[in-house]
């Protein structure tokens, strides 16, 4: 079922679709993973961070409430 959702949504459009196996695909099976420092990549400050505290505006780090 869920394939064929999916191909309702993309038979309008002129695609290709090539399979590439898991091994032959590290660069998503790298990103579709969980890392356990996750959290310390998200809170390390980057240099337009720093500017918005230098002009007061408040920034919010963490997860987005839905």
């Known amino acids: 079922m869920r394939?064929?959702?999916w191909l309702e949504l993309v038979k309008d459009?002129?695609?290709?679709?090539?399979?590439?196996?898991g091994k032959a695909n590290v660069v998503v099976d790298a990103l579709s993973r969980k890392v356990s420092h996750s959290a310390?990549?998200?809170t390390r400050q980057t240099p337009l961070y720093r500017d918005f505290e230098r002009a007061?505006?408040?920034v919010?780090?963490?997860a987005v409430a839905s």
């Open 60 to 62: 919010s780090v963490g």
């Open 13 to 21: 459009y002129d695609c290709k679709i090539l399979y590439h196996s």
């Open 56 to 58: 007061e505006i408040a």
């Open 3 to 5: 394939q064929r959702r």
């Open 40 to 42: 310390a990549l998200s």
